[in-house]
């Protein structure tokens, strides 16, 4: 497992005490092989779907178990928790089938408490290290912002994210430019500020990387941005 650059909270080859019925009348067991199972390709979409969904910030638990297996699913580690850059066949994963829409686990969801507890790398260890645990997720606040770039003048923010990881830009922190700018014409609500990720510019989504050139090269900006509470700042 590398850490932090492909934060894959996957082991083994199968999970425990779950079990999804599948089309053809088998059941699942950890298999990876994608073709084999086409409720996988539906698991893909939603990936993808789910992520451009706007809602108010929410937050559930989850409780599983991986047995030998494994959680299933992918993190982008932030200064906010956990981002979920992916879902796939896993304990965290077999959850989804079982609860309604609203509390499924999902990309761009945050993880930011493992059994009570908030750090990110203790997060992550205990996602390593125990088969039982609770996961606390957030699914942030989402919101737009529109930016005009005068002439000659910088986005006046510095980001961060992990080069081919990342779904979102994480703001590390807000200087001199267009968006000190758009910040001073807004109630305090709608400033962007640090710790907000940035997910999606233009319309464009998915891929860190594509937002931030789309970023570097456009002077008329619509972006999507996601916030989580202060409590977890």
Not at 86 to 97: D, I, K, S, Y
Not at 112 to 132: H, I, N, P, W, Y
Not at 157 to 173: A, N, P, T, Y
Request: proline share 4%.
């Amino acid at each position: 497992l590398a850490h932090p650059q492909a934060q894959a909270l996957m082991w083994g080859c199968r999970f425990c005490c779950w079990t999804v019925p599948l089309p053809s009348g088998r059941e699942e067991t950890g298999s990876n092989d994608a073709d084999a199972f086409p409720i996988f390709e539906k698991c893909d979409r939603e990936n993808e779907d789910a992520a451009q969904t706007i809602e108010a910030v929410h937050f559930f638990d989850i409780t599983a178990d991986r047995g030998e297996g494994r959680w299933g699913v992918t993190v982008d580690t932030t200064g906010v928790g956990m981002q979920v850059v992916r879902v796939e066949p896993g304990a965290l994963w077999a959850h989804n089938f079982c609860v309604e829409a609203s509390e499924r686990i999902r990309p761009n969801d945050f993880i930011v408490a493992v059994d009570g507890k908030s750090e990110t790398e203790e997060m992550f260890q205990a996602m390593k290290r125990e088969r039982l645990l609770t996961v606390t997720v957030c699914r942030p606040q989402a919101f737009t912002a529109r930016i005009r770039k005068a002439a000659e003048e910088s986005l006046g923010l510095d980001l961060s994210h992990k080069e081919g990881l990342s779904r979102c830009i994480e703001v590390v922190q807000v200087v001199d430019g267009a968006v000190q700018r758009h910040n001073a014409s807004k109630p305090e609500a709608a400033r962007i500020r640090p710790r907000d990720f940035i997910e999606a510019v233009n319309g464009v989504s998915g891929s860190a990387d594509r937002l931030r050139d789309k970023l570097r090269f456009s002077d008329e900006l619509e972006l999507r941005l996601l916030r989580v509470p202060g409590q977890y700042l």
